[in-house]
């Protein structure tokens, strides 16, 4: 099991940007695929991004292509979420996640270590 605590949410104007960080504990963050998920005040928790524990597999939600991009620095035990060209639409809690297993998916219960959240709110 890791540890994970997200950063680097806050308030920002519609077109703009942020950077999200997600640090793990421990030796073992770079043998877990990590993932990104969003949830809103009454709607169900959504996938946004996720790499497998090499970086070589990424998938990103349909909504967020081409705007959102996932990295991670295994060195320094942490993955990224840059959200670039944000929308009104993009206010949530972000929270990353450990998956089970080196490999990635989409599917919240696939992850078994999660963070405690950190908020995105996009103005218009």
């Known amino acids: 099991q890791v540890q994970l605590v997200e950063s680097g949410g806050g308030l920002v104007q519609a077109g703009g940007s942020l950077r999200l960080s997600c640090a793990a504990s421990?030796?073992?963050?770079?043998?877990?695929?990590m993932g990104w998920f969003r949830q809103a005040p009454g709607k169900e928790r959504e996938f946004v991004a996720g790499?497998?524990?090499?970086?070589?597999?990424?998938y990103y939600a349909d909504s967020v292509k081409g705007r959102f991009t996932i990295s991670r620095d295994n060195a320094r035990n942490t993955v990224y979420l840059q959200m670039n060209s944000l929308k009104p639409e993009d206010t949530a809690v972000y929270r990353c996640?450990?998956?089970?297993?080196?490999?990635?998916?989409?599917?919240?219960?696939?992850?078994?270590?999660w963070g405690q959240g950190t908020q995105v709110t996009v103005s218009s």
């Open positions: 790499i497998s524990s090499s970086g070589g597999r990424i």
């Open positions: 996640a450990a998956h089970r297993t080196p490999s990635i998916s989409t599917s919240y219960t696939d992850f078994g270590s």
């Open positions: 421990g030796r073992t963050f770079s043998i877990y695929g």
